[in-house]
């Protein structure tokens, strides 16, 4: 606002701003009449991994036409607040494992602070693991600025899971980000659980007795043989026989 009694051109500047800022009027001069108001732009552009406080800008005007003797500059300030950015990432090491049933296998997960404050991060699993499993993890893990913290996921095959590939998914969830939905991160880990092969066998009637035949005779006589795949996946058998 031109406070003055007639025309005036005012100088327009950014005085001071946080390094690596850009701070601009969207023009230098203003002409303005006596006891005129106009309205100026002032953009402000931060960096993306810029800290989540408040920032002061400063500015001035500077009267063109004042005297330098009586010199007429007003200053201002403006105040701006960053607000925090919610990231992390979540890395395994490793992401894969074969295993024998009734192992256990513990997997070291990695949690990274990518965000611009403290940060607390909720935990879920999930996958198409058989119920049987024992699968456990830290369900909450405290995050500070530009941290990393590991955390150990411990999954114990029961003795009796069928061959083939399972999947656990780990679900992080911000639990401090106030935006709906808040950030999250999902990693997936595969078992591999290979086959345990074993079996079985009985016979229902272990001896039998049968009268003498004459040499030009043949007497046939049956056994009833069971026999049961205990493994953990398909299999194939071989028979022989041993006369003693």
């Not at 810029?50 to 201002?76: C, L, R, W």
């Not at 005779?217 to 398909?234: A, M, R, S």
């Amino acid at each position: 606002k031109n406070d003055g009694t007639g025309d005036d051109t005012l100088t327009l500047e950014v005085t001071v701003y946080p390094d690596g800022w850009q701070v601009n009027f969207n023009q230098s001069t203003l002409v303005l009449g006596a006891k005129k108001t106009a309205l100026v732009t002032m953009t402000i552009a931060t960096p993306s991994s810029e800290d989540s406080i408040a920032f002061f800008v400063n500015f001035t005007a500077t009267s063109q036409n004042a005297p330098e003797t009586d010199p007429v500059v007003e200053t201002g300030s403006t105040i701006t607040t960053i607000n925090q950015t919610y990231e992390f990432g979540i890395v395994p090491g490793p992401d894969y494992s074969s295993v024998q049933p009734g192992e256990t296998v513990e997997f070291e997960i990695s949690f990274e602070n990518q965000g611009t404050g403290d940060d607390h991060v909720k935990v879920e699993k999930s996958g198409d693991f058989p119920d049987t499993w024992t699968v456990s993890i830290a369900s909450d893990v405290s995050l500070a600025k530009g941290a990393t913290v590991t955390k150990t996921l411990t999954v114990s095959i029961d003795d009796e899971t069928l061959k083939g590939e399972y999947h656990i998914s780990l679900i992080g969830t911000s639990d401090d980000d106030p935006h709906t939905p808040a950030f999250s991160r999902t990693v997936n880990i595969t078992i591999n659980v290979e086959q345990e092969y074993n079996l079985t066998a009985s016979i229902s009637v272990d001896t039998q007795s049968i009268d003498p035949f004459p040499q030009s005779k043949v007497h046939n006589v049956t056994f009833e043989f069971t026999v049961n795949n205990t493994g953990t996946g398909q299999d194939k058998f071989e028979f022989s026989s041993h006369f003693d």
